[in-house]
């Protein structure tokens, strides 16, 4: 299916699944960061690879990105993408909570393992509601990568590799904000389902 074929019907199924993930990633990140992480309402939106650099701010914006790949009933790219000072800030909370202090002076190598673990909560908690909403466990991901770079750097990189197994770009905006820091931590999740795999979905959720 095209984009402009998904009747809003399939977009209401679509935005239910997407609220509950991002509600479970919520969910994993407070207990991760061992401190409340309240979520805003998320905004989901279907577009064409092509035209994901479109939703997104100024190309020249720096940005921190973890991607993985999704294995088995719904196989998907995945892709968390932040500002570079929304992803330090929440680097920085989880040696707080872990460590005591906010890790600024540790090797890049270590920070970005702390993102690379954050990352994969993030995604492997939102997968795993939609794995429940399919009534299947047989989703896994690979290990997570890190980049940092311009957004039209990573964006350029998301068109051209991730295309290469689907057209459609599952966008899914939200704010988390830790609520003893006091500080808003927004991000983007970017799902890129293979081919037939939202047609799955929503045969699943019976509304196709």
């Known amino acids: 299916m095209e984009y402009t074929d998904f009747s809003p019907l399939h977009l209401d199924a679509i935005r239910e699944v997407v609220n509950i993930g991002a509600g479970n990633a919520a969910t994993a990140l407070s207990d991760m960061l061992a401190q409340p992480v309240d979520m805003g309402v998320p905004r989901v939106e279907l577009v064409s690879i092509y035209e994901v650099s479109e939703h997104f701010g100024p190309p020249e914006d720096l940005v921190a990105a973890v991607y993985t790949h999704a294995e088995g009933a719904f196989p998907c790219n995945l892709i968390f993408i932040q500002d570079e000072e929304a992803a330090q800030g929440m680097v920085d909370a989880m040696f707080v ?98 081919p037939g795999a939202l047609e799955i979905l929503l045969s699943k959720l019976g509304v196709l």
């Open 97 to 194: 909570s872990r460590m005591d202090t906010d890790g600024r002076d540790f090797p890049q190598e270590m920070r970005d393992s702390a993102l690379s673990e954050l990352g994969n909560i993030i995604l492997s908690s939102f997968l795993n509601a939609v794995s429940r909403m399919i009534g299947s466990d047989s989703l896994s991901i690979s290990v997570p990568g890190v980049a940092h770079d311009m957004l039209g750097a990573i964006l350029e990189f998301v068109a051209s590799i991730f295309a290469q197994s689907g057209e459609l770009a599952l966008l899914v905006n939200t704010t988390l904000k830790l609520e003893q820091e006091g500080a808003d931590i927004k991000g983007n999740i970017m799902m890129v389902p293979d």
